[in-house]
């Protein structure tokens, strides 16, 4: 099994960045998503779910209206569109896979907002 994490990196605030998260050794479609981020110091936190269809989302109250997850069952992959960046969004992104009592995590990828 393996989540594989891309597109972080340095960015001002108020820009954009794309995450995309490849899946490979499970059955993809069969597994909601989520993406969690971790600041220094900080606890892991939710960032955006998405279930398996892709018909739900939700989020946290802090990126509501400018981060959107979405997920590509077909090439197993799950993004997450942020817009609108703040130095407060700086932190480790991880994607996760839950089902039932099967969890997965991705190595993580860094995002720095800062000018």
């Known amino acids: 099994v393996q989540l594989v994490e891309s597109g972080g990196g340095l960015v001002q605030p108020g820009g954009s960045l794309r995450l995309s998260c490849s899946a490979s050794?499970?059955?993809?479609?069969?597994?909601?998503m989520s993406w969690y981020r971790q600041a220094p110091g900080k606890e892991r936190e939710l960032v955006a779910a998405?279930?398996?269809?892709?018909?739900?989302?939700n989020y946290a109250d802090s990126v509501k209206g400018r981060f959107t997850i979405s997920r590509d069952n077909a090439k197993s992959t799950v993004q997450l569109q942020m817009n609108s960046l703040k130095p407060e969004d700086t932190a480790v992104y991880y994607c996760?896979?839950?089902?039932?009592?099967?969890?997965?995590w991705g190595q993580g990828t860094q995002v720095t907002v800062s000018s």
């Open positions: 998405i279930t398996s269809a892709g018909d739900s989302t």
């Open positions: 996760r896979a839950r089902r039932l009592l099967q969890i997965y």
């Open positions: 050794g499970f059955t993809f479609s069969n597994y909601p």
